[in-house]
């Protein structure tokens, strides 16, 4: 029997959302229970069962970023902040620099020409990336990377009071390699520091929401 795709995706509350997003991972697991159970049968030509763990894990991921379902505070745009008006200084305006500057506009921040125009100068102290062997075959052929990716950030006032003390954000990510398909590996691997990058500025901004005046 056809059955019409529901669309579990409207409602005007995260809390709506995301019950017929369950509803809607409820329903893919009994269809997917249905498919195990038959295949066991001799009249048809799976030879194993159906692993639905795997697919719904997919399916939620594809669900909630399609519904824009996420928890509150999880996005850079969700916090509050103690100040209005931040002076952002960088030695260059790496990506980094320009997806925090996009962050802090999009929590209504104003970004001030000039230190002595904000409440709050931002100083972007370093910003590092690196690459590293993690692991050979038994060939000597490398078989994983390890990347890292560091930035140093730092807030003081006007008065040169931290709100901030210099401190680093530290992130890594593993990337298995294969020389047989390097474009598809350079991709990854850019891809991996795009999202490090994207997690140093949330992660920047959360600290910025918490940040007070030092004594």
Not at 63 to 83: I, K, N
Not at 126 to 146: A, C, D, F, M, W
């Amino acid at each position: 029997m056809n059955r019409t795709p529901k669309n579990y995706c409207g409602g005007s509350s995260a809390a709506l959302r995301g019950a017929r997003i369950l509803a809607y991972l409820a329903d893919m697991s009994r269809s997917l229970r249905s498919v195990r159970l038959a295949s066991d049968h001799p009249r048809y030509v799976f030879q194993h069962p159906v692993n639905s763990i795997p697919i719904l894990l997919f399916a939620a991921t594809l669900t909630l970023t399609a519904c824009s379902f996420h928890l509150r505070g999880s996005m850079p745009q969700d916090v509050q902040f103690a100040f209005q008006s931040l002076y952002l200084k960088a030695p260059s305006e790496t990506l980094f620099v320009t997806g925090l500057r996009r962050a802090l506009n999009a929590n209504r921040i104003t970004l001030a020409a000039a230190p002595e125009q904000a409440e709050l100068v931002l100083e972007v102290l370093s910003e590092q990336s690196s690459k590293n062997i993690l692991s050979l075959s038994g060939s000597g052929r490398v078989r994983e990377y390890e990347l890292r990716y560091r930035i140093s950030v730092r807030a003081y006032d006007a008065q040169h009071i931290d709100w901030l003390p210099a401190e680093d954000v530290q992130l890594t990510r593993l990337l298995t390699f294969d020389d047989e398909h390097l474009l598809a590996k350079e991709q990854e691997e850019a891809q991996l520091y795009k999202d490090m990058r994207a997690d140093a500025v949330a992660q920047t901004v959360r600290r910025l929401s918490r940040a007070k005046p030092r004594e």
